[in-house]
């Protein structure tokens, strides 16, 4: 709990500070709480993992909940303090959570925790935004950086952000000293990352240019620096909506005894129909390449929402030596007042060898309604078949049935 309390001391140092700026300040204040909400998120749901291995099969019920308290602003000050826990249910505990309970099973990644899940103050006018203290941080999709919320116990981090946005240009940096994984604090890693993104959105789409420099703060080189830029846009043409998006990035990765570099590269078109009988339906195509250096080592994005990429029944949360290659077609609409979406995988190696080429391929699915205001549900599913025998990878069935509610 150390660096939970250097935040929390971090805020109530900035809050006293401001306190002594003018003579009203203990009524401006008093204001700012008073205009303050609460926020409470829970999320109860199943999930289960069948393995074609000597693993157990394994299945979670788990409840997470989320409480935030958001102030209100003064001298352009505000602050957010959030906790969040992550319970088992109703004794249903047969699974590895990856903190090193029930090894035998199949990893299902939601260990029992309760923790500061944010604690940040801020400052936001005049276009820019400043944060200090342990907060969400997300860029671009979260392909390089996200907060894992599909987990029950989300990625966060410690550390200072600014942000400037002017009509089209919005610049951000930001300074991590701490990565808040979601393995509750056991597998928390402090780092010294720093993140720089900037974009500019054209008549034609939104270009940006990023390079995040990460660090793992152990006393040991082991720098990842990745600098890239993307080109995402959408026109409409007739009734259809036409979407693309582009990116490309290089990596450079120092092990100590070692170095390696890598390409990442996307190319995705998609096409949103809404004529008669087809409301509401987009397809999608796609190819996205985490490159490797002579098959010895394969791009990574240690920071990203990973779940939200090459499947969702996790195959690839670690990129392969040799590199992955994705071939994905997708479907989604609307459908009975809720929300739906089919997904195929073709994955291979970027870097082949005599035994490692075919890395097999997946099938997703997910259906999700809102209820009401305050409940919403959903169904998920994802089969992984297996290819080459020599990847490790093993036919993967995994099913998720959640319900949530906000207040």
Do not use: C
Request: no cysteine.
């Amino acid at each position: 709990m150390k660096h939970n309390k250097i935040t929390l001391a971090m805020l109530f140092t900035s809050f006293t500070a401001v306190a002594s700026f003018s003579s009203t300040a203990a009524e401006s204040l008093s204001q700012a709480l008073a205009d303050s909400s609460v926020k409470v998120d829970m999320n109860l749901r199943y999930e289960s993992v069948d393995q074609d291995n000597t693993k157990k099969d394994a299945d979670a019920l788990t409840l997470r909940t989320r409480m935030t308290l958001n102030t209100g602003s003064y001298n352009s000050l505000s602050a957010v303090i959030e906790f969040e826990d992550s319970r088992q249910v109703l004794g249903m505990s047969d699974y590895n959570d990856a903190v090193g309970n029930n090894g035998d099973y199949s990893v299902i990644a939601d260990p029992e925790t309760t923790e500061l899940d944010q604690a940040f103050v801020q400052y936001k006018a005049d276009g820019v935004t400043a944060k200090l203290g342990r907060q969400v941080i997300t860029f671009d999709g979260h392909r390089f950086v996200g907060h894992v919320g599909w987990r029950q116990d989300r990625q966060t981090f410690d550390g200072a952000t600014f942000a400037y946005a002017a009509d089209d240009l919005t610049l951000n940096y930001g300074y991590i000293t701490q990565r808040n994984r979601i393995f509750a604090q056991v597998k928390d890693i402090n780092s010294k990352d720093h993140l720089l993104n900037a974009s500019y959105k054209t008549s034609v789409g939104k270009i940006t240019a990023y390079g995040y420099l990460l660090e793992v703060d152990n006393d040991s080189s082991n720098g990842l620096d990745t600098y890239g830029a993307s080109f995402t846009g959408a026109q409409t043409f007739d009734g259809t909506k036409i979407s693309y998006q582009f990116e490309y990035a290089s990596q450079d990765a120092d092990s100590g005894s070692m170095s390696y570099s890598a390409d990442y590269m996307l190319a995705e078109i998609g096409a949103s129909f809404s004529g008669a009988g087809l409301k509401g339906i987009t397809a999608k195509l796609g190819y996205e390449v985490l490159g490797s250096d002579d098959g010895m080592y394969g791009f990574s994005t240690p920071l990203a929402t990973l779940h939200k990429f090459n499947g969702w029944s996790d195959q690839f949360l670690s990129t392969p030596k040799e590199g992955l290659a994705d071939l994905y077609v997708s479907l989604s609409g609307k459908a009975f007042s809720g929300k739906w979406a089919l997904a195929y995988h073709d994955f291979s190696a970027d870097e082949s060898s005599a035994t490692v080429d075919d890395f097999g391929s997946e099938i997703n699915a997910v259906y999700s309604k809102a209820l009401n205001k305050t409940l919403s549900a959903g169904i998920k599913y994802a089969a992984y078949s297996q290819g080459d025998a020599a990847t490790g990878k093993v036919d993967t069935d995994k099913i998720w049935l959640w319900l949530s509610a906000k207040f």
